[in-house]
């Protein structure tokens, strides 16, 4: 049963313009929220991270939106640059649980 | 800065034999966790310690072991490595709610 789902494995966009990553889970108990970028062959790294009391978390050209009612998460590139392009994880916590739940990653391409 | 690192990026061995995976990092965290990336299927956890001695299964333990005598280091024992372990493996080590990555190692089992 996969609790956290990203539905498009890949996405494509023009440099400039905007990347929406979309995320959804299904389970209650999840309360903080990560995203983490991966280039080929090289581990994934931290991007951003929201908690469950908020519902926009912003750090320069990325931004996360939680939408609880709907368990949903997405995060917004603004504007998209070429050296965006990697495979984007989300991931999700609950509680006292340190273990991360992955989603199978988003393929985004941004073309010059 | 968080810094977890991994014995080696890239490894060929084969059929059979032992493999060992070493991870190290340096900011004194109490968890760390193994995992395995595959394309389509993406990071799915093998192992994690929450202390040293400690280990408990994740989602995919099968074929696999681990070991943390040392709260620094973890490692990832493959008892006898087949075709199918071939992947990327990913050590990650947790501080406040947030897991670090080392660079991975590519592991091709011939």
């Known amino acids: 049963d996969q609790q956290v789902k990203q539905n498009s494995p890949s996405l494509s966009v023009q440099e400039g313009r905007i990347s929406i990553l979309n995320c959804d889970y299904t389970?209650?108990?999840?309360?903080?929220f990560l995203w983490y970028k991966k280039y080929p062959a090289e581990g994934p790294t931290f991007l951003i991270s929201?908690?469950?009391?908020?519902d926009k978390n912003e750090d320069g050209r990325f931004t996360v939106f939680l939408n609880k009612s709907a368990k949903h998460l997405s995060l917004h590139i603004v504007p998209s640059q070429p050296g965006d392009s990697a495979v984007y994880f989300c991931?999700?916590?609950?509680?006292?649980?340190?273990?991360?739940?992955f989603g199978k990653g988003t393929l985004l391409t941004v073309n010059p | 800065d968080v810094k977890v690192t991994q014995s080696s990026r890239y490894l060929v061995k084969r059929t059979g034999e032992k493999v060992f995976l070493e991870c190290v990092q340096d900011?004194?965290?109490?968890?760390m966790f193994w995992y395995r990336q595959d394309p389509g299927l993406g990071l799915r956890l093998i192992y994690f310690?929450?202390?040293?001695?400690?280990?408990e299964k994740g989602d995919i333990p099968e074929g696999y072991s681990v070991s943390r005598e040392k709260k620094e280091r973890f490692s990832l024992i493959l008892e006898s490595a087949s075709t199918n372990q071939t992947s990327m493996y990913l050590c990650?080590?947790?501080?406040?709610?947030?897991?670090?990555f080392g660079p991975g190692t590519r592991l091709t089992v011939t």
């Open positions: 990650a080590s947790r501080g406040a709610r947030n897991q670090y």
């Open positions: 389970n209650s108990m999840f309360d903080y």
């Open positions: 991931a999700a916590s609950g509680g006292s649980n340190y273990k991360l739940t």
């Open positions: 929201i908690s469950s009391i908020k």
């Open positions: 900011m004194d965290h109490e968890n």
């Open positions: 310690s929450y202390d040293v001695k400690m280990k």
